[in-house]
């Protein structure tokens, strides 16, 4: 079974500073990666997607992640983080063929200080 | 516009109630899901549907039931034997259910008073 870990609960970052958010997946074949965002009392908003080809995916509000096979990660990147950019991020695997689900993780929730 | 609505966005019920969260999308998309959402637990799956009458259970399933007789909706029932219902509950929808991109609506809070 697909299974995705996101290793930190709570990361406090200052604004302006860069920020990686990790992401680890276990599955068999070639995964759908997919990171969220959550705003308290909101749906989930999709910021990227990975199906196939660069192992580099842009995103949208300057939000970039990278594929690596060899290490099963997915982690998220902003260079520069904004006030704004304070809300819990979730990493999500799903897979082609047949009814796969889409499995997420328990969340990392992101607070950005002045 | 097109989206995925929820209503209510609060809800609060008896113990012992019954209670439908409404899930509608006009987006045109064939697979709808409802999801749980708990503090430090992530999204659990409750139910999917692929298509209009056809639904299956997901991972947490006792205690709720779906009906799926329109493309556009796929409301959600919270029974009395749910044992604990408070909670906040997501509905999601995506063009086809092979592990396509899904696409939320803003999701309703329930509590059990």
């Known amino acids: 079974a697909q299974s995705v870990t996101q290793p930190d609960i709570h990361i406090t970052v200052s604004e302006g500073a860069s920020l990686e958010l990790r992401c680890n997946y276990s599955?068999?074949?070639?995964?759908?990666l997919f990171w969220y965002v959550q705003s308290p009392g909101q749906g989930l908003q999709l910021l990227l997607k990975?199906?196939?080809?660069?192992?580099l995916v842009q995103g949208i509000k300057g939000f970039e992640a990278e594929f690596k096979r060899s290490q099963s990660s997915f982690n998220l990147r902003k260079p520069s983080v904004h006030w704004s950019d304070a809300a819990e991020y979730f990493c999500?695997?799903?897979?082609?063929?047949?009814?796969?689900?889409?499995?997420f993780g328990t969340g990392t929730k992101l607070q950005v200080i002045p | 516009d097109g989206g995925i609505t929820q209503s209510p966005k609060y809800l609060f019920r008896k113990e012992g109630q019954n209670v439908t969260l409404s899930c509608e999308q006009n987006?045109?998309?064939?697979?709808m899901y409802w999801y749980r959402q708990d503090p430090g637990q992530g999204l659990r799956l409750i139910y999917y549907?692929?298509?209009?009458?056809?639904?299956q259970k997901g991972d947490i399933a006792e205690g709720y039931s779906v009906s799926r007789e329109k493309k556009e909706s796929f409301p959600l029932t919270v029974t009395s034997a749910q044992k604990n219902p408070t909670a906040f509950y997501l509905c999601?929808?995506?063009?086809?259910?092979?592990?396509?991109?899904?696409?939320f609506g803003p999701g309703t809070r329930l509590t059990v008073l």
């Open positions: 999601a929808s995506s063009i086809d259910p092979r592990g396509d991109t899904q696409y």
């Open positions: 599955y068999g074949a070639t995964p759908y």
């Open positions: 990975y199906f196939s080809g660069d192992t």
């Open positions: 999500a695997v799903g897979a082609l063929g047949g009814y796969q689900k889409v499995t």
């Open positions: 987006l045109n998309h064939d697979a």
């Open positions: 549907s692929q298509i209009v009458n056809d639904f």
